[in-house]
């Protein structure tokens, strides 16, 4: 069973940066994804980046390339965010599993409790 565990999370002014970190626990399964989520008030959960802890391999939401960057270190990974914008207010989650559809909510397994991200 897999524990994730967010920080990092806070406000910040439009244009400034935060570091989101998850740190995993009784993680030992080299061929899951990590990710990130996030929600905002009245909208779905939507991926904002996901990482293949085995293959290296990235993928980012179109609203989000070029701003936020996903690392992996050990147990623990890393949402560079960096450009915020107001509509990148939302509650974020780390998330775990071996998803078919990797930007795809419904096909991870672990999450996080989520930290808050405000942006104005």
């Known amino acids: 069973h897999v524990q994730l565990v967010e920080s990092g999370g806070g406000s910040v002014q439009v244009g400034g940066s935060l570091r989101l970190s998850c740190s995993a626990a009784g993680y030992s399964d080299a061929s899951y994804w990590m990710g990130w989520f996030r929600q905002a008030p009245g909208k779905e959960r939507e991926a904002v980046a996901v990482?293949?802890?085995?293959?290296?391999n990235r993928v980012y939401a179109d609203s989000v390339k070029g701003r936020f960057t996903i690392s992996q270190y050990g147990a623990r990974n890393t949402l560079q965010m960096n450009s915020l914008k107001p509509e990148d207010t939302a509650r974020y989650y780390c998330a775990a599993g071996r998803p078919g559809n990797k930007m795809a909510a419904s096909e991870y397994t672990f999450w996080g409790q989520g930290t808050q991200v405000t942006v104005s």
């Open positions: 990482l293949g802890t085995r293959s290296g």
